[in-house]
């Protein structure tokens, strides 16, 4: 089963070369608690490269959190990041090497 969770904020870090995505709603209001877990994620993106979602893997508490609209996916890229849970719901999401998965250099349009 696939839950979906929306993106509250997105910031990149120039110098880390990270995009942190943070879940308010999942956290109920918020972005604290839980241990940082490495993870494997599935990046959505749009055709000129913006950032549209991530999926988040593994069954079977599949989630996806998303920033845009599932019919702008143009493309999926394999990226590695962390994910911290709070109340076992996605709050935070850590892309790393964002630079190279996504248009990380300027403002996405769908944030």
């Given at each position: 089963?696939?839950?979906?969770?929306?993106?509250t904020k997105?910031?990149?870090d120039a110098a880390k070369d990270t995009l942190v995505l943070e879940i308010g709603p999942a956290a109920g209001g918020k972005t604290?608690?839980?241990?940082?877990?490495?993870a494997s994620l599935n990046v959505l993106v749009d055709a000129e490269g913006?950032?549209?979602?991530?999926?988040l893997g593994e069954e079977p508490s599949r989630f996806v959190v998303m920033v845009g609209h599932h019919e702008d996916v143009a493309e999926q890229r394999a990226?590695?990041?962390?994910?911290?849970f709070a109340n076992g719901v996605?709050?935070?999401?850590?892309?790393?090497?964002?630079?190279?998965?996504v248009r990380s250099d300027e403002r996405n349009p769908r944030l």
């Open positions: 089963m696939l839950r979906e969770e929306r993106a997105a910031v990149y604290v608690g839980g241990t940082a877990v490495p913006h950032l549209v979602g991530i999926d990226a590695r990041g962390e994910i911290v996605p709050s935070v999401v850590t892309l790393f090497a964002a630079s190279k998965v």
